[in-house]
């Protein structure tokens, strides 16, 4: 209930301020000149489907690092840092860092990235 207030509040300051400051008599526009450059139509050598396959190879990987019946799964879970008695206490915790999709995304940059270069 107080944020409603305060939202209610903040509106009631907001747009008269607004209207004063940002809302001009004459409308705002970018100077009337030639010296903008011309727009052409470019053909790329580069076909469609090779522009896309990065996009659609990315989802297919993180698609199927996930489902449950293939050993893709397994494997990258495979691999796991732990962390035992952390700070002296009985706290501890693991990670699967080649299961996250970060670290998933970040190997197939660098392999884009070389590909494409």
Do not use: C
Request: charged share 15%; no cysteine; hydrophobic share 50%.
């Amino acid at each position: 209930f107080p944020s409603m207030i305060g939202g209610l509040i903040g509106l009631a300051i907001v747009i008269p301020a607004a209207k004063r400051i940002f809302i001009t008599e004459e409308p705002w526009d970018f100077k009337k000149t030639d010296a903008h450059e011309q727009v052409t139509n470019v053909q790329s050598d580069m076909p469609l489907l090779l522009a896309w396959m990065p996009y659609i190879l990315v989802a297919l990987i993180l698609v199927l690092t996930r489902l449950q019946n293939l050993p893709l799964k397994a494997w990258l879970r495979s691999v796991k840092l732990q962390f035992n008695n952390i700070l002296g206490t009985n706290i501890s915790t693991s990670i699967e860092p080649l299961y996250l999709p970060g670290t998933i995304l970040l190997l197939y940059n660098i392999f884009v990235a070389s590909f494409y270069a």
